[in-house]
């Protein structure tokens, strides 16, 4: 019988500390879970084509940490890109001016690509029809 129990104890401790071993693995894992982005875009209307369309776009994410990338503004029109303006984004809402357009029907939309090796995923947002008279 004490046999018996002293292999019951050895194989608990060992069980245990093989499933702690375990778990500081997975903690000390060289790539972490990747956090949602959320992207946002809002313009000034331009009613007339000759004032200049400002679009203004910005990435919310639920870290607390502050999202770095590029963040693109592509003005389309029946499916081909019009305008594109990227600059770096470092958090904030970034307003960017978009150039006079023709007459016509446009859409924006803002896409955000996180810096290489960033915990972000990218994310992009369209914003309805654009009308310029």
């Not at 104890?9 to 778990?23: E, F, K, R, V, Y």
């Not at 369309?53 to 639920?62: K, P």
Request: with cysteine; aromatic share 8%.
């Amino acid at each position: 019988m004490k046999k018996f129990s002293v292999l019951i104890a050895t194989l608990a401790m060992l069980t245990t500390s093989l499933i702690g071993l375990s778990a500081a693995a997975d903690a000390s894992s060289p790539y972490p879970g990747t956090v949602a982005t959320k992207c946002h875009v809002a313009y000034k209307h331009a009613r007339s084509h000759k004032k200049v369309v400002r679009a203004r776009g910005w990435v919310t994410s639920s870290s607390n940490i502050r999202v770095r990338g590029t963040l693109i503004y592509r003005v389309k029109t029946h499916g081909k890109i019009v305008r594109a303006k990227s600059f770096d984004y470092a958090g904030g809402a970034k307003a960017r001016n978009l150039g006079k357009l023709k007459k016509g029907h446009y859409r924006i939309k803002v896409v955000f690509r996180p810096k290489h090796g960033s915990v972000f995923k990218g994310c992009s947002k369209k914003n309805h029809v654009i009308k310029i008279k």
